[in-house]
């Protein structure tokens, strides 16, 4: 398989998986033009991804969904009330790419994708969990909090993106209005650094070796104050970075360093 985040933070997030068969996008919340140069720039093309996942209809999370799958005819899969919710924002879409998925697995290809509930603010969020044979991946992003329902479906992979968000005092002291901070921070927002490290905490007892950070917010984080947060709430708990788990960054802005494995 093959695990890419083309695309993560606040301001759009996409988020690129294959198998030896088949390839699929879970979120498309850039531009069209933004995702296409990114699959160029990994020596993809867009014609040739099987299906777009939505996590949930936020805008940096669908931005670019309704034009992919207008241009290279590609079906959306996405529950009932992430539908309703995204549906004036991506504009009108061809009947049969139109996917309504709900607990079961979608099969793609050699790909089993399944969906889990997250604690976000949105109609119906979801985290998803692609397997591929013995091989398994899980994003779980737009968090309030690492729930256990999180826990248990990112359980045995051997990469999971998972959210950094915020630091909770730049949260705090930052230029946002009072509602915006209090959202960011409530059980239905954001996973500060200091939580997506205790998660890391937990997700090493069920063998997960491999984290990528991401979904940084650009006003109240930046990569280097996330990735030494988490490391010092994994070093606290005798945990080795490098050793017992890898932990590296989702970018903002471009493809990060895709893993093949
Ligand atoms: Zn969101
Ligand atoms: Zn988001």
Do not use: Q
């Amino acid at each position: 398989m093959i695990f890419c985040p083309l695309y993560s933070g606040s301001s759009g997030n996409s988020i690129y998986v294959s198998s030896n068969y088949g390839s699929i996008l879970i979120d498309a919340g850039l531009p069209g033009k933004s995702i296409e140069s990114a699959l160029a720039s990994i020596n993809r093309e867009p014609n040739k991804i099987d299906g777009i996942f939505i996590t949930h209809e936020h805008i940096d999370h669908v931005k670019g969904v309704g034009v992919l799958s207008r241009r290279y005819d590609i079906p959306i899969f996405a529950n009932e009330l992430t539908w309703k919710g995204m549906e004036k924002s991506i504009g009108k879409v061809k009947e049969e790419n139109r996917k309504v998925i709900g607990v079961d697995s979608i099969n793609i290809k050699d790909m089993y994708i399944a969906s889990y509930s997250i604690p976000h603010d949105a109609s119906d969020p979801v985290g998803y969990t692609i397997t591929c044979g013995k091989n398994k991946v899980s994003i779980a992003t737009d968090l309030g909090y690492f729930s256990r329902e999180v826990e248990e479906n990112v359980k045995g992979s051997d990469i999971v993106l998972l959210e950094s968000n915020h630091d909770v005092e730049m949260v705090k002291f930052g230029p946002y209005p009072y509602p915006l901070k209090r959202r960011i921070l409530s059980d239905v927002g954001h996973l500060s650094n200091y939580d997506c490290g205790k998660a890391i905490v937990n997700m090493i007892k069920s063998n997960c070796k491999n984290v990528v950070l991401g979904h940084l917010s650009k006003t109240n984080n930046y990569p280097e104050l996330a990735y030494e947060t988490v490391v010092s709430v994994l070093r606290e708990e005798g945990i080795k970075v490098n050793e017992d788990v890898l932990i590296s960054m989702a970018k903002r802005d471009m493809p990060s360093n895709y893993i093949e494995f």
